[in-house]
């Protein structure tokens, strides 16, 4: 995996050194340590995977329901494994989420046993860990998987800005979306029906504002709260921005301790502890 990472050029063949002496004497998968050392979250090991070698990413797995006859192709033990959720069969093809998705000896035993063919998809352990979870082992849900089924949408044109709250959201194991402008983000919003969408007040094409209003005048995406992120900090913006009907506000720049308990805090109220199923 770190060669492949380095081949990649995702990271120095120094730093895999580096991560590979942190690694030694724990029980922890690499990407883990990459994340502690804050050079990469395991979605974006997932998804320099899929890059590289063709593979599908797949996320937020644990959301959807799934038939039982698909469930029954592999057992929880197997699962945990191995780290492999079944995702789908058509056509006599099983769609395999798996976080090495070049271990072709699994991806072959499991196809065998059910006779199908098995098309690898990849995604991060925790994603598995949480499917798994919820459908096979049927465990009561923590906040961290919980955390894990929420899709929010950033929309910010300031590029620094928009990693940072995706870093920081991340880290919290939710699924990210981001636009740069309002035209996009209202498409987006539109297409992908987050939980949450956080933006800027002030952006080229349109701007935070006006894509709010559009949002809240359509009643496929009106229900979805709305966080404002504004440079102007002073209570007056604050106010002004509640009363249009900001669900909240957030003074730019962002502290990421401020932002992960304000998203979690109108993701609860909103919806409660569960998240709605799609």
């Given at each position: 995996m770190g060669e492949i990472l380095v081949d990649a050029g995702i990271i120095s063949p120094e730093t895999l050194q580096k991560a590979l002496q942190k690694q030694r004497g724990t029980d922890k998968r690499l990407g883990q340590v990459l994340e502690g050392m804050d050079l990469l979250l395991e979605e974006d090991i997932a998804a320099a995977l899929g890059r590289?070698?063709?593979?599908?990413?797949?996320?937020?797995?644990?959301r959807f329901s799934y038939p039982p006859e698909i469930l029954k192709l592999i057992t929880p033990e197997e699962a945990l494994t191995r780290f492999i959720f079944p995702l789908k069969v058509e056509k006599k093809t099983l769609y395999l989420a798996m976080a090495n998705p070049l271990d072709h000896d699994t991806a072959q035993e499991v196809g065998f046993r059910n006779g199908l063919q098995v098309i690898p998809c990849v995604t991060t352990p925790e994603e598995i860990k949480a499917a798994i979870n919820r459908h096979?082992?049927?465990?009561?849900?923590?906040?961290?998987?919980?955390?894990?089924?929420?899709?929010?949408?950033i929309v910010d044109d300031q590029e620094m800005a928009q990693l940072a709250?995706?870093?920081?959201l991340k880290k919290q194991g939710f699924t990210i979306l981001k636009a740069s402008n309002?035209?996009?983000?209202?498409?987006m919003a539109l297409q992908e029906k987050p939980h949450l969408v956080i933006t800027d007040t002030v952006m080229p094409r349109m701007d935070g504002i006006e894509m709010f209003r559009n949002l809240k005048a359509n009643?496929?995406?009106?229900?979805i709260p709305v966080i404002a992120l504004s440079s102007k900090a002073a209570a007056e913006e604050e106010a002004r921005l509640l009363e249009?009907?900001?669900?909240?506000?957030?003074?730019?720049p962002v502290n990421p301790i401020r932002l992960v308990a304000r998203v979690k805090r109108a993701l609860k109220q909103c919806y409660g502890e569960d998240p709605p199923e799609d």
């Open positions: 590289q070698f063709g593979v599908r990413q797949v996320k937020g797995i644990a096979l082992l049927k465990v009561e849900k923590t906040v961290a998987q919980t955390d894990r089924w929420w899709t929010v949408l709250s995706e870093a920081a309002g035209a996009e983000g209202l498409r009643p496929q995406v009106a229900q249009i009907g900001y669900y909240d506000f957030i003074a730019k």
